[in-house]
């Protein structure tokens, strides 16, 4: 729909938003740690993080289960994680070559004698170290060893023992806030792990991944428990940065491979130092988390492998500004005079005009060289009629400016990855003509009619007209919700629902009205 004139400031979508558009683009720095081999990265972390450290975690570069839980002892310690392999302390030069360098004088071994050998450690201590090894019989004892050593906990996470991603999305996080990480099997909970629950006083779970990865009978067992979902190891990264961002320090932020744990696993310490995520990035698809990342106002990011791993176009990317969203190096977000730089020529050229009361591209040219069709992901049920099947994606063709397409497919990217998977059964945007000017100049976007209905009020506070059936955010999962107006806001496009003398909740437009 379209009536109503409501002009929202840039000054105060900053205001409400906190941050301008695409900040993570703003003068950002990338550095990245990397050797020839997982070994020589794992130095390169250490060398960035610290300068002395007379406690350190060791645990083996081949096998990752028994230091997932290493970042809550990293962050206590302040002890940066060092892998090693072999078994032989004669096998690790670049380990012993860090200890010296370090100055450490305590080590924590992470696993039994089958991951970190009797050998090593021997050597270790006729080195002159303290050592305490944390060990049990399995992987999970080997957890609770670890969670025992954090004081006053109150929250846990549950992990997956046999997948890495959920552990090392959720570890920086997880270290900062002392909040142990408890593994599990899909369908099982170990007696040691009910056991450490009978200890302690733990008053909230966060369960990483979906019912694939933990079952519903395993997830019901602890207290509270609240699901990251995600089914893979890149959509569980993603949901662990959303749903954890406001607890999160975006000034820095680590990207690491998330075909492998050996390089996250030795960044997880340094990014738990001041509460950076560390986010998984694929040579493919990365559209999702670069649409999360949108907003942050990063000034550095920090890779964490070689190029062999993630290539230096994919972090180009994922971190350096896109020009997607912008037409001829300009933001449409900020321009000053939005109709002068979006159908200013065609006006004065008569190419777009009022005629018989109603805005219109006056010739197919006209139309063809500033329509254009795009293609966006959306969220919708399986079935409507029964919602409780699920929701899946679907691609919607919507017809928009040139100037505004990027930027459009910005918006509907940020609504995607909400963690409300908000869905759309239905878009509406360019017109032919209408009395008013957005939807022709290809500036509007109206979304889900029947569930955000447009209404106009008299002078008697009663309903003159109304279009779609009702607005009921409350019981409707189609309307419209704060945070998807957030998302249209954020790039400066007002929302009918603030509209004074009617309401078009189904409504956003980029010139107002």
Not at 103 to 109: A, G, L, Q, S
Not at 209 to 238: H, M, Q
Not at 460 to 482: A, E, L, M, R, W
């Amino acid at each position: 729909m379209h009536k109503g004139k409501y002009v929202v400031s840039m000054i105060l979508m900053i205001l409400i938003t906190g941050l301008p558009p695409n900040s993570v683009n703003a003068e950002v720095t990338i550095k990245r740690l990397a050797g020839q081999t997982r070994y020589d990265t794992c130095q390169e972390v250490s060398k960035n993080g610290w300068t002395t450290s007379e406690n350190v975690i060791i645990a083996n570069g081949e096998n990752y289960p028994d230091a997932l839980g290493a970042c809550t002892l990293s962050h206590k310690y302040n002890a940066p994680i060092l892998l090693l392999h072999g078994k032989s302390l004669r096998d690790n030069p670049i380990l012993t070559s860090e200890l010296k360098r370090l100055k450490t004088k305590n080590i924590i071994i992470l696993g039994g004698t089958g991951v970190v050998s009797q050998d090593i450690e021997n050597s270790l201590k006729q080195s002159g170290y303290n050592l305490q090894r944390l060990c049990g019989e399995d992987r999970y004892t080997t957890a609770i060893k670890i969670a025992e050593k954090i004081d006053n906990v109150s929250e846990i996470v549950i992990s997956n023992s046999e997948d890495f991603s959920g552990s090392l999305s959720v570890a920086p996080i997880a270290g900062t806030q002392n909040i142990p990480i408890i593994l599990v099997s899909k369908d099982e909970v170990p007696a040691v792990v009910q056991k450490y629950l009978k200890n302690h006083n733990i008053k909230n779970t966060y369960v990483m991944g979906d019912k694939t990865i933990i079952s519903e009978s395993v997830a019901s067992i602890f207290p509270n428990p609240r699901r990251i979902l995600g089914n893979t190891r890149y959509s569980l990264n993603e949901s662990v940065v959303k749903n954890f961002k406001t607890s999160m320090n975006f000034d820095t932020v680590y990207i690491t491979s998330g075909e492998g744990f050996a390089d996250a696993l030795s960044g997880i310490g340094l990014a738990a130092k001041n509460g950076n995520p560390i986010i998984f990035a694929s040579n493919g698809d990365n559209s999702g988390i670069k649409a999360l990342l949108s907003g942050q106002s990063i000034k550095n990011n920090v890779v964490l492998g070689g190029e062999g791993v993630l290539p230096k176009q994919v972090i180009n990317d994922l971190f350096q500004k896109s020009s997607s969203i912008t037409d001829n190096n300009v933001d449409p977000t900020f321009v000053t005079n939005r109709r002068d730089f979006l159908i200013g020529d065609d006006e004065k050229s008569g190419k777009f005009s009022k005629v018989d009361g109603n805005w219109q591209y006056t010739s197919k040219d006209a139309k063809v060289s500033n329509i254009e069709v795009i293609t966006v992901k959306v969220w919708d049920y399986v079935d409507k009629n029964d919602k409780s099947k699920g929701k899946k994606t679907i691609s919607k063709s919507i017809e928009v400016n040139r100037k505004l397409s990027g930027v459009i497919k910005q918006i509907f990217d940020e609504i995607y990855n909400l963690p409300e998977k908000f869905p759309i059964n239905d878009v509406s945007e360019f017109r032919d003509k209408d009395s008013c000017i957005n939807h022709p100049a290809g500036a509007a976007i109206d979304i889900n009619p029947d569930s955000n209905y447009y209404i106009v009020i008299g002078k008697d506070g009663k309903v003159k007209n109304q279009v779609g059936n009702h607005y009921d955010p409350k019981n409707d999962p189609y309307s419209i919700t704060q945070e998807v107006i957030k998302v249209f806001q954020k790039y400066g496009w007002d929302w009918g629902g603030n509209f004074q003398s009617s309401k078009d909740y189904m409504h956003f437009s980029y010139l107002g009205g």
